[in-house]
């Protein structure tokens, strides 16, 4: 039978806010355990929550950025369980009424086909401490620093249909937020957590398979891993006459395998209902209006921008503009160098294979946007070669110099294009080499422009590649075929 | 809407509150009387109208996004049962 | 010197007739002395106290003291005081001290007042005889057979007996005036919003209001003034200006019109209450007051409403209570199931465990839609009522109980206490603000007069209760106390 899989992603992002959600605790990554867990944190007798402005600006925002309907009103409900690392015994979080309404987000597909996942809503709420089972003798640590950092869960539509395509709308999606700079993207510290909705159903049936949820899968690569062993768990499942259950699942990324978490309770009961202590939020159109004025520019704009102001193709505008980072390295070296298809592709090329092979992310090249940009500045105006070019980027990379002009200057790298130094150079070349001079003369007219390849390598090889291989290139043309 | 035996046993559940068999019964009693009362609220016509969450029709202030408290670990740990190294000592949680 | 009224003491410290020391020190001698018998208190901070009266009594020598400067107060123990064991009248947090002041502690540190300690209570603000205290019943001053009522009943013994000039108070169905009634002194539960909650223990978050107890009206205006206003910290207290409650007492009440509401007069009205009310209202009528029958008519469902809502807010309120960061932790817990569900089942009492599970099963799964849903809606019905008497009239009486004081140990069914509740319960649902002012007795027992105003109208309900008591001296009487046995 052919099956289809099915995927929705509930995302939980943490806000890139100074303090919490509803203290004043600051919400630093890595403090001593228990220093950033103020009163209210911690859920001492008699506190109360105040909603953090910035918290609310960034889901607002974030809702404009995915054209989302933001509802005049939005309500904090309680989430009541029990559990060590939730403080109050309830998690502050919005149910009925939440802050974002429906909106879209654009993937890209390989094929670089867009796609519209539709977002269900997105609302605000606390995220929880962390448990620590080591070295505590059999018992369990409690940290709560991390309890009510403002965390943003992005629920989408079940309109995925394949890992490929849950892992390019987590891609976007972390694309978008650390665009707009509402959270730091950081999966391995657990600033984007997705748990992964994931079904199958025969190809051509309209009615959604019993889904299982895949908790906090915190990678790309992870999120694909874990749907293909899941969706090949429920279809082997399904063809060996078992049924799907709903459950969790989590994902041993070792094992390569889902498996479903132990829960000895029944079915959970959360008796949501609104939080006294918090009254509803209403946000009227000029806080709204005023938010859409500080978005910046998104990463379909940038695309789109890419491609029609700088003429740049699709693949490379789409590449570009995958991150905020990037997008900002391209532009900060194009407006050094001047032209955008120079800049493009050595920000696709040369760098870009510097940075995967050190493993390093563009926001932490050793070479800045602005030294790249010169450096090609001078490619630009003739002053060096390709060649050299790597050569001064190679210097650059290991800090042998500061701009690109003191290392052509240091090394003697720049280009030779005074017409007699190099005719002089060339004919050099030809008396060196007398015998293939006479292969040449007596090649077949066809092969010749191939054997010319050897004389503009020795050419450039006296110019200690200084040399303007055009010019080199004509002229040994010219005066090989002087001599037929 | 009457209450149940097996009804107090998940309320108490829920709540993680060590209810045994002989307390749940004696809370059959007293809470059926107590929803009983509260039965009074079905027969009333509500419909159209609002449910009320707060008494006041105000709106949620929002805060300035500083991180200003400090750290008071010790004191907050003043009146913690079991501590080490700063983390808060619960039995050993299996996940 | 215990008989002084707040505003008499206030001005004997301004003149110099006594040090805030020498106050305090007649108020703690007289806590250790007639206290054993009333339980009134939890915790008595004496040094704290003798320190802070000191350090009053210097502002007023360089001239920096404010009127309230160097005046002895008490909290109930539901506010919490840092460093001070704040208990909530609750097994679970019996070694529980408060990392903090709450807001109103904070300003009425500020304004120079002494605390002398904290006053017991019903466990978790729950009932209305404060008997369910893990501490032990507290005894009414007028007769010691008799509760002094609930849940403020430490706060409300305490000043009637004169072991402190005044103390705070939460109401969240009537636990500052039904208390304040039954020890005949006079309490104020404010506008929701009025006063800050942050820092008073929660027992129904949309409900609870901080208030002052004391002998007069007078008392309670100085004690708002210094109490009152926005706090930053408690989202739902109120930005609004805070008039200074004391400047309004003396208006003349000439066009008054006050509202009866007939479902306040009817069955179950014990008929010396009722008497000691009609005629309090009389004096009134001689003052130029007009009065007017009103109905609200969803009074009946007050109680139920009430008793679907608390319990639902208190439920998830006090799952803080897992023993694992403050609190009772049980011995040896197997699991951290085990250490929950001992742990709390250890920590809570009887009625707390009550409401917890009524709160817990009225919002299940199942169920929100017939109680939660349906409670909030009755309340917007039950609000509506009020604001729609205020239409006609300016201010509503009636008795602040349906019963004088009961004997300690005579309510075993909590549905029969819940309906002491009866006229009390509906103003917290609609947060309007509600003094009881003593008015007479019933038999040996204080009678309450309540008056209820619309929201934010504390100045007039001040004034109003003020002008009863420049007629009568029903506040000026003192139960006869004899030292321990």
Redo the contacts between chains.
Sequence with gaps: MQWETVIGLEVHVQLA???KIF??????YGA????????VD???????????????AMAVRFGLAIGAEIPEVSI?E?K?Y?Y?DL????QTSQMAQPIVGPGTIDITLDDGTVNAVRIHHAHLEEDAGK???ES?H???????NRAGTPLLEIVSEPDMRSAREASAYVRALHAIVTYMGISDGNMAEGSMRCDVNVSVRPKGQEAFGTRAEIKNVNSFRFIEQAIECEVERQIDLIEDGGKVVQETRLFDPDLNETRS??TKEEAN?Y?Y??C???????LDDAYIEHQRSLLPELPSEKRQRFETALGLSAYDASVLASSRAMADYFEQAMQSCGDAKLAANWVQGDLSARLNKAGLDISESPVSATQLGELLARIKDDTINGKAAKQVFADLWDCKGETADQIIEARGLKQVTDTAAIEAIVDQVITDNPVQVTQYREAEPDKRGKMIGFFVGQAMKASRGTANPQQVNALIKSKLDALL | MAIEHADVLRAAHLARLGIDNTDAERYVGDLSRILDMVDALSGIDTDGVKPLAHPLDATQPLRADEAIEPNRRDTYQESAPAVADGYYLVPRVVE | MHDLTLADIAKGLARGDYSSRELTQHYLSRIESLDRRLNSFITVTGEHALAAADAADAARQSGQAGILAGVPLAYKDIFCTEGVRTSCGSRMLDSFKAPYDATVVEKLKLAGTVSLGKTNMDEFAMGSSNETSFYGPVRNPWNTDLVPGGSSGGSAAAVAAGLTPAALGTDTGGSIRQPAAFCGITGLKPTYGRVSRYGMVAYASSLDQGGPMARTAEDCALLLNAMAGHDPRDSTSVARAVPDYTQSLAEPLKGLKIGLPREYFGEGLDGGVETAVRDAIKVYEALGAQVIDVSLPHTRLAIPTYYVIAPAEASSNLSRYDGVRFGHRCDAPTDLMDLYKRSRVEGFGEEVKRRILIGTHTLSEGFFDAYYKKAQQVRRLIRQDFLDAFDKVDVLMGPAAPTPAFELGNQADPVQMYLQDIYTIAINLAGIPGISVPAGFAGDRPVGLQILAPHFSEAHLLNVAHAFQMQTDWHTRRPALTADE
């Design positions: 806010t100074q303090s203290s004043g605790a600051s919400t630093a001593e355990p228990n220093t950033q867990a103020c009163a911690l859920g001492m007798p008699g506190v109360l929550p105040v909603v953090n402005e910035n918290a609310v904090f309680r009541n029990f060590p403080p109050k015994g309830y448990s620590m089972h505590f059999g018992m369990t640590g409690i940290d709560l978490m132990r009961d008796r209902f609104p006294p202590d918090l009254l509803p939020m209403m």
